[in-house]
């Protein structure tokens, strides 16, 4: 490579001439595509924003100013010119980058990011607090990846005129979020992006200023004018409305550019909007023609490729639909992830992907379910933490049968401590009238949607990410079920914890110790106290499993449940301590957090 060499810094970028800063974004292009599709990750957001991030580079400065992305997957090319190009190789790999923000990564990562819409928010905080200090500073909020239409972003938008303080917003508008974005803000941005007369007049009066001495702040002068043209050209100007001074669209590609509005907008004095669009997938062929599909990347493989849990509960759900025409769908910006596509074209008026906004999505659920329907919403484990007032307030308290299909939920992998699913059983246990389900293989997934389809309350499944076993242990459905019997030890888990507790048992027998029984809880709430009662009497030690914090988990339950019956049995739980988990293999997780068979068995057998 000709610029990305080793100990590359932010620095260089300024030693190199306008005219070569193109084959700079192809060197860092190459490095993002080497990497994710070794380690996985995120790939078109962040092909798409390398020129943005070069020009931003050039004209601030990521140790004195303050930049925040928003969503933080599209921070790759920042990580690479920012002092960590040396690293780049080890991301989302343990021990190495995370695949997101990290403040405790680089004194350039300035605010933690992984959920989206909490740029423009932080930027506030970080704008006023730098007024208070009497700081010198530029406070830059980096959205994208259709965050800009999630109800926070909106409250934040909502709020810049009362803080009378001046950020910088750059919005990367690469026209998708995962899938195609949704909504009207989205027909907003498209009718601010086609109005030609505007752009070719605003972009005659910038050359004009800019050729002229002092052209500047000549340019600065004209802004209220230019205002008064934007009004008669564009009446509905939704952020001029809000006193943030919307300029563009421009091309995120065209790195002079870049760098004449970003000059522009550290001189300027008021709240400015930078609306950019790009290309998602830049620079690589197949993510420009399919980015949904290279939207995130999985890591190379040898495996066999089998059925994900994903495939599995969508399939089922089809079939439930067919069978009853109230059942409705719901996914937030996830249609690929849940894996909803055929259902969405099986059933186009049955089927409402919201975008980015989780929480108006359960409340609309409520609506529906309120109204007669049988809303069903697929939603990942870290993105229900967005919306758990809705579920409670919304739907639990008005007893509607409204279904959440947890998706990654558990310990998730290379995503990081952002998108772990350790709490959907923590807080949901706690939550009246809300039954919670924790399948362990395809067989007993389908008998919980269907006692799902039947309620007339509302119902939580969980199910981890990944593949779904091939093997169907659960022959008929019972809440708690034996699957080996066993003396004095007894092991009790749920969902994909059901495969380690059968390994440790194999294990126990190995070693010539007494085979521990084992137990799968298929319902986490309320458990089978019946047969509960009956366990603890029968064992002298028993031993819970669970992907979930330890604290309001499963073994928690069982802890308080011995304690009430006065039982002598001696409980050992096995889960998540109260710590962030970091980005690693989920097989990496379960060993550091003692979810394996070798450590089971050395702790209840010594």
């Known amino acids: 490579m000709q610029f990305l060499k080793p ?317 009853d025409n109230r059942i409705v769908c719901f996914t937030a910006a996830m249609v690929t992830g849940v894996k909803l596509e055929n259902f969405s074209r099986n059933f186009p008026e049955r089927f409402f992907d919201v975008g980015i906004a989780e929480s108006h999505m359960l409340t609309m659920a409520a609506g529906l379910a309120a109204g007669g329907m049988k809303p069903w919403v697929f939603i990942y484990s870290t993105f229900l933490q967005r919306a758990m007032d809705q579920l409670m307030h919304d739907i639990a308290l008005q007893n509607l049968p409204v279904v959440l299909m947890v998706d990654r939920a558990g310990l998730v992998g290379s995503d990081g401590d952002t998108h772990q699913g350790l709490l959907d059983i923590s807080w949901s246990r706690a939550i009246p009238n809300l039954e919670i389900y924790s399948p362990c293989d395809e067989n007993s997934l389908r008998q919980a949607m269907q006692i799902a389809a039947k309620r007339n309350a509302p119902t939580l499944i969980r199910y981890p990410r990944g593949n779904i076993p091939e093997t169907n242990l659960e022959a008929k459905f019972s809440a708690i079920t034996k699957i080996s019997d066993g003396e004095k030890y007894a092991l009790l888990g749920h969902g994909i914890m059901l495969e380690i507790m059968l390994k440790a048992r194999e294990l126990a027998i190995k070693k010539n110790l007494t085979p521990p029984a084992v137990y799968n809880i298929q319902r986490i709430k309320p458990l089978d106290t019946n047969l509960l009662s009956e366990i603890i009497k029968r064992y002298e030690i028993i031993a819970t499993l669970e992907e979930n914090y330890l604290a309001g988990g499963l073994g928690e339950a069982i802890a308080a449940f011995i304690s009430e019956h006065q039982s002598h049995a001696r409980l050992f739980r096995f889960g998540v301590p109260d710590v962030c988990v970091q980005h690693a293999t989920s097989e990496q997780q379960r060993e550091l957090f003692g979810l394996t068979p070798e450590n089971i068995i050395s702790k209840i057998y010594a």
């Open 7 to 323: 100990g590359f810094t932010h620095k260089d970028l300024l030693a190199i001439p306008d005219e070569k800063l193109p084959e700079l974004a192809s060197e860092v292009r190459e490095v993002i595509l080497d990497t994710v599709m070794k380690n996985g990750g995120h790939l078109g957001s962040s092909l798409c924003a390398v020129e943005l991030i070069i020009s931003m580079l050039r004209n601030f400065d990521p140790f004195n100013d303050r930049i925040i992305f928003d969503v933080g997957h599209q921070s790759y090319a920042y990580k690479i010119l920012t002092d960590r190009f040396d690293k780049f190789p080890t991301l989302r790999l343990k021990d190495g980058l995370c695949g997101f923000p990290r403040r405790s990564e680089s004194p350039c990562d300035h605010f933690n990011t992984g959920h989206s819409s909490t740029s423009i928010s932080a930027a506030l905080g970080y704008a006023k607090a730098r007024d208070l200090l009497g700081e010198n500073r530029n406070i830059i909020a980096f959205i994208g990846d259709a965050s800009l239409i999630n109800g926070l972003a909106l409250e934040a938008l909502n709020y810049v005129q009362e803080t009378k303080t001046k950020i910088i917003i750059i919005l990367n508008d690469n026209k998708h979020s995962i899938s195609n974005r949704i909504g009207g803000f989205s027909t907003l941005l498209a009718k601010l992006s086609a109005n030609n007369f505007y752009n070719a007049t605003k972009n005659s009066i910038r050359k004009i200023c800019l050729s002229l001495p002092n052209g500047k702040r000549l340019y600065e002068h004209l802004s209220g004018f230019r205002d008064h043209v934007k009004n008669l050209l564009i009446p509905e100007n939704f952020f001029d409305d809000l006193g943030i001074n919307y300029w563009g669209p421009f091309d995120g590609h065209d790195l002079k550019t870049c760098d004449t509005i970003f000059e522009l907008a550290k001189n300027y004095e008021r709240p400015v909007l930078l609306h950019f669009n790009t290309i998602k997938g830049k620079g690589f062929p197949d993510a420009e023609k399919n980015p949904t599909k290279f939207h995130q990347v999985a890591p190379k493989s040898s495996g066999k490729k089998s059925r994900t849990w994903s495939e599995a509960a969508s399939q089922i759900m089809e079939s439930l639909a067919n069978h």
